[in-house]
């Protein structure tokens, strides 16, 4: 590796992948600076950052909360933002070298496309950015030369996989998921589940809208979603089976009929340095894996009757089109829906059915049909919860 410090731009430094991304910087001043860092409404802990890692600018997009984070870094040579235009304005800055996008939800979009016109390389977590606009991204990431690092660690797997094989063709990508807190279990107990139940996660560290969407396994369908256009296979060269342990991260079939897997112990701050330090692989001191500790690895047949969201996922997909934009913003309304506790667990699925079947659908969306989609879904979505009986809330 070369000796020049990359400067890394952390889009959602305060959440779950941010902050440990900020570790990954940390235990590596040699090689990564802290150049920019935006919160969304995490006030506090942006001002703590900056304080630490004194980056360029600290952007808050919350802007009833601008004069509190200047307030507090006004000792310092932090040029402190606000609002979301600040964040697309300033992540073209020359010397930022690489964009980790790690901002939840549709809020990435704009951000991710600024960074890729303006010549940045994009360490990607934020998945919802290929999910809604995936023929757009591309095709820019193209037209500008850069790379789009995948830092989930299912995508991660499959790119560490395919090193090496850019000559032979792809049979499938197989996507392990954990199967969430509620693995085999019914429809009727899914039906009384609440927000905390949800929010326990068996083997990963996430954010709530993450972990909500591990639990109906939506977040494995938007992982699907995304595979098609970072490894550019189709729907049906997508394969989802459910691995309780989270040890095997995915795998690739070639067309030979042999498999490549990538394994190791969950912990998120390993595909977080690969990304950063593609093609190179430093140093680290993560605990490791060791097979005797781990006799059993199980895999399974994800139940789609029971966890719907994954088969709309799938459905979406194959439409193309508008369609994964509408289920995304569907299910960001439905998921705080039910972190607010005003639409069930099931309840989600149905919103985002009902979503997919009466929006408008575009078979060409343009980057402000996309934008349009995202507004009017989410409109009709809220529309949809306030109209729910009762029966169907879980409080």
């Known amino acids: 590796m070369t000796n020049h410090i990359k400067n890394i731009a952390i889009l959602g430094s305060t959440g779950s992948i941010g902050t440990q991304t900020l570790e ?4 590596n001043t040699n090689l990564f600076r802290a150049f920019l860092l935006t919160a969304h409404s995490n006030a506090d802990l942006l001002i703590n950052q900056a304080i630490e890692f004194k980056p360029e600018y600290a952007i808050i997009c919350d802007e009833s909360k601008y004069l509190r984070v200047k307030e507090a870094l006004a000792h310092l040579p932090v040029k402190v933002l606000a609002g ?26 704009e951000p991710t496309i600024a960074a890729i016109k303006a010549g940045k390389d994009i360490a990607l977590a934020n998945k919802e950015t290929l999910v809604v606009a995936g023929e757009l991204i591309t095709g820019l990431a193209k037209q500008h030369g850069i790379k789009i690092l995948p830092v989930d660690s299912e995508h991660s797997a499959i790119f560490q996989c395919l090193a090496g094989e850019h ?15 509620f693995r085999g ?15 326990k ?33 189709t729907a049906d060269q997508v394969e989802v089976i459910v691995h309780p342990q989270s040890i095997v991260h995915s795998l690739v079939q070639f067309n030979d009929g042999s498999i490549k897997a990538q394994m190791g112990l969950p912990d998120m701050k390993l595909p977080i340095q690969y990304a950063l330090t593609y093609p190179n692989r430093i140093q680290t001191n993560f605990k490791r894996f060791d097979f005797t500790s781990y006799p059993n690895l199980t895999f399974e047949k994800p139940d789609l009757d029971t966890f719907r969201n994954l088969g709309l996922a799938f459905a979406a997909l194959k439409q193309g089109g508008n369609m994964p934009c509408i289920i995304n913003a569907a299910n960001e309304v439905a998921v705080a829906g039910f972190l607010n506790r005003t639409i069930s667990f099931l ?13 408008n659908y575009l078979e060409q969306p343009t980057l402000t049909d996309y934008l349009n989609t995202d507004k009017e879904t989410r409109i009709f979505a ?11 809330i879980q409080l």
């Open 201 to 233: 996660h068996p083997n990963w560290v996430m954010g709530a809208k993450i972990t909500i969407d591990s639990a109906s396994l939506m977040n494995k369908g938007l992982e699907v979603i995304e595979a098609k256009w970072l490894f550019d296979v």
């Open 24 to 27: 990954v910087v940390r235990g």
């Open 167 to 181: 000559n032979n063709k792809i049979e499938k990508v197989i996507l392990t998921a954990s199967g969430g807190p």
């Open 84 to 109: 979301h235009q600040a964040i697309i304005d300033h992540i073209t800055h020359p010397d930022i070298d690489v964009v980790l996008t790690a901002m939840v939800g549709f809020a990435g979009l």
């Open 347 to 359: 309840g989600m699925s149905s919103v985002i059915e009902e979503c997919m079947q009466q929006m």
């Open 382 to 392: 809220q529309n949809l919860i306030q109209q729910m009986p009762l029966k169907a």
């Open 185 to 199: 279990r019914s429809l009727d107990f899914l039906a009384g589940v609440t927000r905390e139940d949800a929010l």
